[in-house]
């Protein structure tokens, strides 16, 4: 009788080895966060604006292209001017010395669509937005709810910050802007202008001086001040396509 118990028992024993061999093995643990240098954490921080706060912009989100640093940048344009280069996804504030600020930029249709010269007349904090009516006519079920305009806030396309360029006296309707999508800054992106993170849209509109020269790249121009006088241009980088975007 005991060994027919014993028998039982190890078939039972074979078969529970026999199962656990075939499991999967439990997955991998995620990856932990970046550390970022405590001068980057500061600088994305959570602030308080207006009375509104702005979340930190989480580690993943910033990579040696997205942060906001200064570099060596060549170019005759005077100092505060703003350079602007949509299809490597960079804005340059122009500094004395052969040196720049450059912040990593979201770019959609609308800020590859225009280049040449403008300037900034002014800007606003946590402006309101309101589609255009070709928008409403093309996209109702998206836009059709905020024709009466949407007051600024987090939600808001234009987010934090809203910088309008002109030629003359004419809206270019081409704004540089905050936004919330943060995954997006770095990228090409379907819709929208120039769009930045929140806390680098806030800092760089307390450099900008208003009438500030602006001058946004062509395609063959991008590139262009990154490298010293006489020397080739970098290679133009394939743009990272996301589809998913703010509508402004």
Known sequence: ???GIDMRRALAGCALLTLAACAPPPPPAPPSAPELPPAIA???ATVQDGGIEVPAVPAKYLSERTIRREVDYWTDEKP???IVDPWQRFLYYVQPGN???RYGVAVGD???AFSGTAHIPYSRDWPGWRP???MIREFPGQYAQYRDGLEGGLTNPLG???????KGNRDTFYRIHGTSEMDSIGNATSAGCIRMFHQDVIELETLVRSGARVIVLTEDESGKGTAPPGTPLPQLEPPVI???GDPA
Do not use: F, K, P
């Open 242 to 244: 996301a589809t998913e």
């Open 99 to 101: 040196r720049a600020i």
């Open 42 to 44: 500061a600088q994305y």
């Open 110 to 112: 609308e800020g590859r």
């Open 1 to 3: 009788m005991s060994c």
């Open 160 to 166: 934090a910050r809203a910088l309008y360029l002109h």
């Open 132 to 134: 255009t009516e070709n």
């Open 80 to 82: 505060g001017t703003v």
